[in-house]
């Protein structure tokens, strides 16, 4: 279990992670074994991240390319939206500066809602619900165990914005998204180009499009044959004996110049898409039975938190071929879902005491069954903050 200091909150698992140093990526040469090195991995406490009041993080974490960590945390109710959640976006340097994102202030928008982010090495992206006008009216207002409460609602019309700020949190612009599907996750090319996942609202099935800067639709992408599911609803559980369905949960992760899309938690393929818009497929080579949950994002290798469920391991994946060229095993208790990122071949992430934010970094140790590695170079380093 992670730290007990972390409060639960219902948008997504909390969690406190670690900060440690994987393995060295895999050599372009021949390997001397076929079994891939494994690794035990333990942690110890760094330095407190001044600035920074954590009760909860919700995930996704992201990071970019120089290790800079970003995550959102639960915002106290507004009196006039009791039930509707809210987040603020922090994002978390490794010499520990902090920047924060505000979505409350947003010229000419009213009723900001977010929806998803993305981090790039220019911009942080917001995939946003907002209104051009405020159009307040009262409401009696359902939370979804049925409690009631009166307040006031903006009754204008809402639609989808993508609102650009640059890295140290300053509003740049706001840009209205073509309406041409529904759009349920945002990601952006080094180009200023965006990529776009979501839905047909005819028949649900997954879209994959190419944005230009302005918001306006380039193309659709192909996705090939059997790498996607029919429909991007699955079913789901309810309470009332009726039949239910939410939308199938999907991650971006920079990979170089394209973006990696994770159809979390199924056994379909990861999907590399480039600036120009072509789809490659990548299978991981896992052990049978073992399938992708989410990417941790990283400035290298592809490292993977899979379903082995109640052991916290991390594969690390070859981009090209998608074999496995690691594995990490988290000690202490802690779950994968625990690492942030991984850059210069650390895992960065933090844990929580008292409300305060703590980076955490991980010794590694070679399990018992992985092969000897090389004395010609060391297989990992450790690396305090």
Do not use: C, M, T
């Given at each position: 279990m992670i730290s007990t200091t972390l409060l639960c909150v219902s948008l997504s698992t909390l969690l406190t992670s670690m900060f440690l140093t994987p393995s060295a990526r895999a050599?372009?040469?021949?390997?001397?074994?076929?079994?891939?090195?494994?690794?035990?991995?333990?942690?110890?406490?760094?330095?407190?991240?001044?600035?920074?009041d954590a009760p909860a993080i919700v995930l996704p974490f992201q990071c970019v390319e120089d290790g800079t960590v970003y995550f959102n945390q639960p915002k106290p109710p507004d009196a006039a939206a009791p039930f509707t959640p809210s987040l603020e976006l922090s994002s978390v340097s490794p010499s520990r500066e902090v920047h924060t994102f505000l979505l409350s202030h947003i010229p000419d928008l009213f009723d900001v809602q977010e929806r998803d982010f993305y981090a790039s090495d220019s911009h942080v992206v917001f995939l946003v619900k907002a209104a051009r006008e405020n159009k307040q009216a009262m409401k009696t207002l359902k939370a979804p165990d049925g409690a009631e409460a009166h307040g006031s609602e903006n009754n204008a019309e809402h639609r989808p914005y993508i609102l650009v700020f640059d890295r140290e949190g300053r509003y740049e612009e706001a840009v209205e998204v073509d309406d041409?599907?529904?759009?349920?996750?945002?990601?952006?090319?080094?180009?200023?180009?965006?990529?776009?996942y979501g839905y047909e609202r005819s028949d649900h099935s997954p879209k994959l499009a190419m944005l230009k800067d302005d918001g306006k639709l380039i193309k659709f992408l192909e996705i090939p044959s059997g790498a996607a599911p029919q429909s991007a609803f699955i079913p789901a559980p309810s309470d009332r004996g009726t039949s239910a369905a939410r939308i199938a949960s999907a991650q971006f992760v920079r990979s170089e110049r394209n973006i990696v899309v994770v159809q979390n938690k199924t056994d379909f393929p990861l999907l590399e898409v480039s600036e120009a818009g072509t789809v490659r497929v990548i299978r991981p080579k896992l052990p049978e039975g073992v399938r992708v949950d989410t990417l941790i994002p990283s400035d290298g290798n592809l490292y993977a938190?899979?379903?082995?469920?109640?052991?916290?391991?991390?594969?690390?994946?070859?981009?090209?071929?998608?074999?496995?060229?690691?594995?990490?095993e988290i000690a202490d208790g802690r779950q994968a879902a625990n690492v942030a990122c991984v850059h210069d071949r650390k895992f960065l992430s933090f844990d929580s005491g008292h409300g305060k934010l703590i980076q955490l970094f991980g010794k590694l140790e070679p399990s018992a069954a992985s092969p000897k590695p090389s004395t010609s170079r060391p297989v990992v380093e450790v690396h305090n903050p």
């Open positions: 050599d372009s040469g021949p390997q001397s074994s076929p079994v891939p090195p494994s690794y035990a991995v333990s942690f110890e406490r760094g330095e407190e991240v001044p600035g920074v041409a599907f529904a759009i349920i996750k945002i990601s952006e090319f080094p180009s200023g180009s965006f990529l776009a938190r899979v379903n082995e469920s109640g052991i916290g391991l991390i594969y690390e994946l070859n981009p090209q071929d998608g074999e496995v060229v690691g594995r990490f």
